[in-house]
């Protein structure tokens, strides 16, 4: 009988910091195949009491999409095969990509946005390169 083999996909780390925040992943590399599920740790910091954390992709053709936001004074988040993991007292954020798909190939990047009372933001950003 002919079996059709799964994709393998993969995901390899790197992390880099803007601003007076900061962010950072310790996986350097993950591999899974279609059907499995994913996750993506982020490590943040911030002196600001208020932040948002981010989650894009980028497609190769290197179009980014906003995929999920967290906020300092929510719980945890979850949209469709997506959800956040958020340990505010370990400066910890978790993606969970579910059901894992070809499209779900990309860069994945987790962004900290402070919250400054003047309305100005300073920006750190880490990426997960070529999930």
């Known amino acids: 009988p002919n079996m059709a083999l799964p994709t393998l996909l993969w995901a390899v780390t790197a992390s880099v910091c803007l601003g ?5 992943q ?3 590399e993950a591999s899974r195949q279609e059907g499995d ?3 993506l740790t982020c490590n943040y910091s911030t002196s600001e009491s208020a932040y948002y954390l981010f989650w894009y992709k ?3 053709t290197g179009e980014l999409i906003y995929l999920i936001r967290q906020d300092s004074w929510s719980e945890g988040k979850k ?3 997506l959800s956040l993991t958020f340990k505010k007292t370990e400066n910890l954020i978790l993606l969970t990509i ?14 900290l946005s402070e919250a400054h009372s003047d309305g100005t933001g300073r920006r750190s950003h880490t990426q997960t390169s070529e999930f």
């Open 20 to 24: 007076r925040g900061s962010v950072s």
């Open 26 to 28: 310790a996986e350097a």
């Open 79 to 81: 949209a469709t095969r």
């Open 98 to 111: 579910a059901t894992l798909q070809l499209g779900d190939s990309a860069v994945y990047f987790c962004a």
């Open 58 to 60: 980028q497609l190769p």
């Open 37 to 39: 599920t994913l996750n």
